[in-house]
């Protein structure tokens, strides 16, 4: 996705978010109290979000949204984004 803007921002929060990751497996592996182990889940939920969020911002700024696009290329985008938020949605 070269389109994407601020690429090292973005890979940031991809490691920020493997780290929580992380810890939720060691919370599951030290046999954690439940709320723990919900509480860091529903923060890497949170931050997935924040980073999908990101994301199909600046997809729809880059390939629906921009000057110069043609009807095709901007059709193209439409559906693009369609489909994730269709997927996202289940």
Do not use: F, W
């Amino acid at each position: 996705m070269s389109h994407l803007k601020d690429n090292s921002e973005l890979v940031a929060r991809v490691r920020r978010i493997a780290g929580q990751v992380t810890s939720v497996e060691k919370a599951l592996v030290s046999d954690s109290p439940c709320a723990t182990v919900l509480h860091r889940v529903a923060a890497v939920r949170g931050a997935v979000n924040g980073l999908l969020d990101e994301i199909i911002a600046q997809h729809l700024t880059s390939h629906v949204a921009a000057d110069g696009l043609s009807h095709e290329e901007r059709a193209t985008g439409a559906d693009e984004l369609l489909a994730v938020i269709r997927r996202y949605s289940k």
